[in-house]
């Protein structure tokens, strides 16, 4: 019949549609977090991740599934990409090599303690990485790129929210104590700011930490911790080379495709994001807009994975994932204070 929408037009169009019950619930529930955040404070993130926990019984439902898994992968996926709106060449330059070495060293040592750790503590490699480049990184959004390239199963579907969840309350703990570390110790604009931008795990909190000891270590701390983000593209093609057969046997397992590509579509996003930024494409209007609709990406989409768990799996986790991420977090606070101090 001519002017028919051909087969495959006609099956995108369905897919579409069956996403949009859960794509709207779990937009509903990140906006409830965002207004609940902004009304009280608070971590906009971990509100979105129980928020979503409340509505778990919907994540089975045949007519909310489809969009709730679309969130929690594809739209997870987007929004990581979009972080490197925020990351300019010149900010990475700007920081000269000892302070980048300091924190190349925290960034591989801590993924290496995690790994250790979690060896130690019975857990699998996928568990210390995950949980380690997290802390080492940028925490909760770490924490969903880096497990978007491990295996995929319930389990890690499960670790990852309890990684959420602690690196998140750690991180704005963090926020509260390392501005009075820094003024016990006497530490000067620079080295504060390399203590801050260090060390705590999201964005936001090196920024509110920065700023309550003046303008200079709020700088230094920002671009510190923007170097930590960009940090992400790499580690993230490392653990997917590293994980590549297992990634591909839990997909094949779970009818999905069975050869996975070894970069995957969302790196390339954040690397393009970078190299427009770096040049001058992106103006402060556009770059604001972009980081937006990355938070937004990525509050829907904690919302979504909160919505395929519940209380009780988190629960089940144990005591082991807790102190895990306490003892990173302490490891990269103490390596990279002692290398401040050193240089002072």
């Not at 300019?88 to 993924?111: E, F, K, N, P």
């Not at 857990?123 to 949980?131: D, F, H, Y």
């Not at 510190?224 to 653990?239: H, I, S, T, Y």
């Amino acid at each position: 019949m001519a002017g028919a929408p051909a087969p495959r037009a006609r099956a995108w169009a369905q897919q579409v549609l069956s996403w949009l019950p859960g794509s709207a619930l779990t937009a509903v529930i990140a906006l409830a977090a965002t207004f609940v955040s902004t009304l009280h404070g608070g971590p906009q993130l971990l509100y979105a991740l129980f928020f979503g926990v409340a509505f778990h019984y919907l994540s089975q439902d045949g007519k909310t599934k489809p969009g709730i898994e679309f969130c929690s992968r594809t739209l997870l996926r987007f929004g990581v990409g979009l972080l490197g709106a925020r990351i300019t060449a010149t900010q990475i330059v700007g920081l000269g090599w000892s302070t980048a070495l300091i924190v190349v060293a925290g960034v591989v040592t801590t993924i290496g303690a995690g790994l250790l750790l979690a060896r130690w503590l019975g857990m699998t490699r996928a568990q210390g990485v995950l949980s380690g480049g997290s802390v080492a990184i940028c925490g909760a959004s770490a924490a969903l790129a880096i497990s978007a390239v491990l295996p995929r199963d319930k389990e890690g579907e499960r670790f990852t929210l309890m990684v959420v969840v602690t690196v998140t309350v750690m991180s704005t703990v963090a926020m509260v104590l390392y501005p009075s570390v820094a003024r016990v110790l006497n530490l000067p604009p620079e080295l504060a700011g390399l203590f801050i931008g260090g060390t705590i795990h999201d964005v936001a909190q090196v920024v509110g930490a920065g700023y309550m000891l003046g303008p200079a270590t709020g700088d230094i701390a920002t671009i510190v911790k923007l170097f930590r983000v960009a940090m992400l593209a790499l580690v993230v093609v490392v653990v997917s080379t590293a994980f590549k057969r297992a990634r591909e046997a839990s997909h094949a397992e779970g009818g999905g495709k069975a050869r996975q590509p070894l970069v995957p579509w969302f790196l390339w996003v954040f690397v393009a994001m970078v190299l427009l930024n770096s040049l001058g494409a992106l103006g402060t209007q556009v770059q604001g807009a972009l980081n937006d609709v990355s938070r937004g990406c990525l509050v829907v989409a904690i919302a979504a994975l909160g919505m395929k768990t519940s209380f009780r799996q988190l629960a089940s986790a144990g005591w082991r994932p807790f102190v895990l991420i306490l003892a990173e977090t302490l490891w990269l606070a103490a390596l990279v204070l002692a290398c401040a101090w050193w240089r002072r």
